[in-house]
Nanobody, 122 residues
């Protein structure tokens, strides 16, 4: 089975930085794309950043220039470096993996992590 485990969330002052990590465990051969989404209280889940297996990225307009997504394919891990954090970045951040192939030949359309809280304070 495939599991996504996130880490790195926490409480930070506005203007500060955090780095989120998400590792996919299991007998994984390939993950087509990975990404980070977030959901603030009372709001819908939204895409923050997305990266393909080849390294192509896209970002929500609200985080461009402040957040950087990267991945280590050998470790099945995706990172989100968050700089210049703002109050409105406060949310639960979820890791997502799309197009997962394992060594047994199984294919999983997507998996989600359990979420990690990021709270930005004054």
């Amino acid at each position: 089975q495939v599991q996504l485990v996130e880490s790195g969330g926490g409480l930070v002052q506005a203007g500060g930085s955090l780095r989120l990590s998400c590792t996919a465990s299991g007998s994984i051969f390939r993950i087509n794309a990975m990404g980070w989404y977030r959901q603030a209280p009372g709001q819908q889940r939204e895409l923050v950043a997305h990266i393909t297996n080849g390294g192509s990225t896209n970002y929500a307009d609200s985080v461009k220039g402040r957040f950087t997504i990267s991945r280590d394919n050998a470790k099945n891990t995706v990172y989100l470096q968050m700089n210049s954090l703002k109050l409105e970045d406060t949310a639960v951040y979820y890791c997502n993996a799309e197009g997962i192939y394992d060594y047994s030949g199984s294919y999983f359309r997507e998996h989600w992590g359990q979420g990690t809280q990021v709270t930005v304070s004054l």
